[in-house]
């Protein structure tokens, strides 16, 4: 079945620069992914998406790449702020199997 | 914006004992899941719902669990004989079709704890 990974646990930034937080997936038919964040105590929020036809998807602030070659993901937020702290959890799509979320990265955003 | 939501936010139970856990999905989805996730560790699926009946489930949905959707609207998750190891926060969420374009929509959880 899919297994998908994060390359880190924790990330501290400092307010104002850019966070890149890192996603591998192991199912090369995995066909569609999603980036989440999960503020304390909620549930997981949508942020941004990308179908593996694309490999960028840029949002607000955000933007997305997808390497299918190597089955990695990211999530670049530009220009970090504190409300971004939380944790930001890929998860993916293998056809309509459910939807496969990762181990989570907690981002602290340094003021 | 349209919004899963969840009862109880925090239901505290003694192990033996059987919880329902309620969610009232967004009103026009017709795929409905539940999801677990254990202190600090990922989000797990547990269970998809689809067109009264499971379509899919996971080998944490044991026979201990059940999900109904009794009238409608509510779309419910049940503990027969709770376990210390059930202790976690508990996801429901929708989604208007499987294969998730624009991913699914969560609640905001109930934390079960079973002492």
């Known amino acids: 079945g899919e297994s998908v990974g994060l390359h880190l646990p924790t990330l501290s930034v400092q307010e104002g620069d850019n966070s890149i937080i890192n996603c591998a997936y192991s199912?090369?038919?995995?066909?569609?992914f999603i980036w989440y964040k999960q503020e304390s105590g909620k549930g997981p929020q949508f942020i941004i998406d990308?179908?593996?036809?694309?490999d960028k998807r840029q949002g607000q602030r955000v933007t997305v790449l997808l390497n299918k070659t190597v089955k990695h993901l990211s999530l670049q937020i530009a220009a970090t702020q504190p409300g971004d702290s939380a944790v930001y959890f890929c998860?993916?799509?293998?056809?309509?199997?459910?939807?496969?979320f990762g181990k989570g990265t907690r981002l602290s955003v340094i003021a | 914006e349209p919004e899963v939501t969840q009862t109880p936010s925090h239901q505290v139970t003694q192990m033996g004992q059987e919880v329902i856990l309620r969610c009232v999905p967004i009103?026009?989805?017709?795929?409905f899941y539940w999801y677990r996730q254990i202190l600090g560790q990922k989000v797990e699926f547990l269970v998809s719902?689809?067109?009264?009946?499971?379509?899919?489930k996971s080998e944490i949905f044991d026979d201990q669990f059940s999900v109904e959707r009794p009238d409608g609207s509510n779309f419910t998750l049940k503990i027969r004989s709770t376990k210390l190891e059930d202790s976690a926060m508990y996801f429901c969420?929708?989604?208007?079709?499987?294969?998730?374009?624009?991913?699914?929509?969560f609640g905001s959880g109930t934390r079960l704890t079973v002492v």
């Open positions: 719902f689809y067109n009264n009946e499971i379509s899919e």
């Open positions: 199912n090369s038919a995995s066909d569609y």
């Open positions: 998860a993916v799509f293998s056809g309509n199997t459910p939807l496969v």
């Open positions: 969420a929708s989604a208007p079709q499987s294969g998730g374009m624009g991913g699914y929509t």
């Open positions: 990308i179908r593996s036809n694309m």
């Open positions: 009103s026009n989805h017709l795929y």
